[in-house]
Structures are given as structure tokens and as C-alpha cells.
């Protein structure tokens, strides 16, 4: 986990702001987005609260980037909220937010509100969230012993032990590891997945997202993929890891997980955008899994 703030992380706070001013239809409002803003997207959102804007603003940042990253961003969201809210709802006290950067899911669900969070991520990082944390905090409500701050430097402390020292204990959890992966390496993804088999009691479940390999190595046949890869890059966040969705299954069986579904961002968008009348572009190679231990 990175220790300085991430400017991917900064443009999925403004995907999700800016779906929350649109005017039309809209999967979800998060009204914590804008205040992990940087000064200039502040700016574009401010703009996007006038008639119009928001919807020209999100047309000219699908037309730069065609695979949808965007739109991308915001199933992913909905879908994870449902998946959270499903798992809270039947029975599960305990949501992990693994990496949890900008996420407000402990202030924006209602479902969340009776559980107990652990947000996990490194303390250089945690630095920027608990100084949004308390504001959140009084806007949303909640009261502040509802989340708990586990600062972690997994470059040097095992996952295992910090959710056992911290954690659900016997207690089934969920777990959203959010936009991660697809900046790891292999063997922190192998680690990370092991130790959460390990640690989190039989049943609970575990959300992540990940990029298709076949993207990343060229052997797929998808649209897009190099102008987000190049952005990211720039950023100096580029993509590093995948799975194979075929794959996928197999591996984390032999990590004691089982996979209860695995749904690309464009099969996310067909379910949540195009009931609502919505065609926007989301990439198909971008993916959504939850797996449950066993």
C-alpha cells in the first residue's frame, strides 16, 4: 500500500461525485466524494452542479478514454454497495475495507451503520482519511466508535496477524479490497488472499476487483486498453497484475476460498446503467469477484 496520495484515487472520487450531481438517474450518492478532491476537480465539480454540465462532462471523459473508466467506476461502486449490504443484511457484523483510501461506505450505507468497520491501510495514507473522517462522521451521524483505524505497512506486517490482533475474531466478515490489485505483484496478491482465508472465520466473504491478464499481456481482444493504461501509467500507477477469468475459480480454491461470482464492469453496466436508460461505455476486461471462505 502507497504512502502518497493516488491520483487514480483522486479521479475515482471525482467519477463518483460527479454521479452523484447528475441530475438524472443515478446508482448512488456519495456526498463524502467531493471532499477528497484536489483543487482542480473540486473546480470541475463545482462546475457539474450547473444544468448540463455534469452529463458534457461525463461524455468528453468517456470520449478521451473509450474503455470506460468512468463508467467502470461507478457499477463497480453500486455493485460492491449491493454485495456489502447484501452480506450485512444477512447476518455479517464485521466490513473490512482493505486499502480503504477515499471509501465511504461506513458513512454512506445504512446497513453499515450496525456494523463494525475496520479500515486497514497504510498509516501514511490513513493520515489523509482520518482527517476527513471526523466531518463524514457528524454529516453522516454515525458515531465515531463505529470505525476503527487499523494503520498497516503490509510491505512489512502480515495481514494475518494485523486482522487477528484487530478483528472480527470468530465473527463472519466482509471484505472490500477496492481497486487494488490490478497495481500489485503476484506474490502480494497471493499473500494477501492466503491471509485472509486464514484469518476471517468460514462464511465470510471477500469483494474485489482485478483486471483481466488477457488485457494487460496483449493476447486479448479488447478496445481502449492502452490509452487507460497509459494514463495510469503517467501517474505513476501503472497496472501490473491480472487474473484470468477462467482461471480464477481453480486459484482461489487452493487458497481456501471458493468464488460465488465474477462479473465484468460491462455486465455490471448492463444491469445497473441500461434500465435507467443509460449507454455508457464500461470496459469488459475490468472485473468484480467475490469468493467466500471456506
Not at 472520487?13 to 466524494?33: I, N
Not at 453500486?78 to 449490504?85: E, G, K, S
Not at 453522516?140 to 503490509?154: E, I, K, S
Request: charged share 25%; proline share 5%.
Amino acid at each position: 500500500m502507497q504512502s502518497t496520495a493516488s491520483r487514480t484515487a483522486q479521479h475515482v472520487a471525482l467519477f463518483r461525485a460527479l454521479e452523484s450531481v447528475r441530475r438524472g438517474p443515478r446508482l448512488f450518492t456519495d456526498p463524502y466524494a467531493a471532499s477528497c478532491l484536489g483543487r482542480g476537480h473540486r473546480l470541475a465539480l463545482t462546475v457539474a452542479r450547473c444544468p448540463g454540465v455534469a452529463r458534457f462532462l461525463e461524455r468528453r471523459i468517456d470520449r478521451r478514454w473509450p474503455a470506460g473508466p468512468r463508467a467502470s467506476a461507478v457499477v463497480r461502486t453500486r455493485l460492491i454497495d449491493d454485495l456489502v449490504v447484501d452480506a450485512l443484511e444477512h447476518g455479517t457484523r464485521h466490513l473490512v475495507l482493505l486499502g480503504a483510501g477515499y471509501d465511504s461506505r461506513a458513512f454512506r450505507l445504512d446497513a453499515a451503520r450496525t456494523a463494525t468497520v475496520l479500515e486497514v491501510d497504510h498509516p501514511a495514507t490513513q493520515t489523509v482519511k482520518r482527517g476527513l473522517a471526523g466531518a463524514w462522521s457528524a454529516r453522516a451521524g454515525r458515531p465515531g466508535g463505529g470505525v476503527r483505524f487499523v494503520p498497516a505497512d503490509l510491505m512489512r506486517e502480515d495481514l494475518g496477524d494485523v486482522l487477528r490482533d484487530a478483528g472480527p475474531g470468530d465473527d463472519r466478515a466482509v471484505v472490500v479490497w477496492e481497486g487494488v490489485t490490478n497495481y500489485l505483484d503476484a506474490a502480494s496478491v497471493h499473500a494477501t488472499l492466503t491471509a485472509l482465508a486464514t484469518a476471517l472465520a468460514p462464511g465470510s466473504r471477500i469483494v474485489l476487483t482485478y483486471m483481466d491478464r488477457r488485457a494487460l499481456d496483449g493476447t486479448g481482444d479488447f478496445d481502449g486498453v492502452t490509452a487507460w493504461a497509459d494514463t495510469v501509467r503517467a501517474a505513476g500507477e501503472p497496472f501490473t497484475f491480472g487474473f484470468v477469468p477462467d482461471e480464477l475459480p481453480a486459484y482461489l480454491a487452493e487458497r481456501g476460498l471458493e468464488l460465488t461470482l465474477d462479473r465484468s464492469a460491462r455486465e455490471a453496466a448492463a444491469h445497473y446503467l441500461e434500465p435507467l436508460g443509460r449507454h455508457e461505455p464500461a470496459a469488459p476486461f475490468y472485473r468484480i469477484a467475490q469468493a467466500e471462505v471456506r
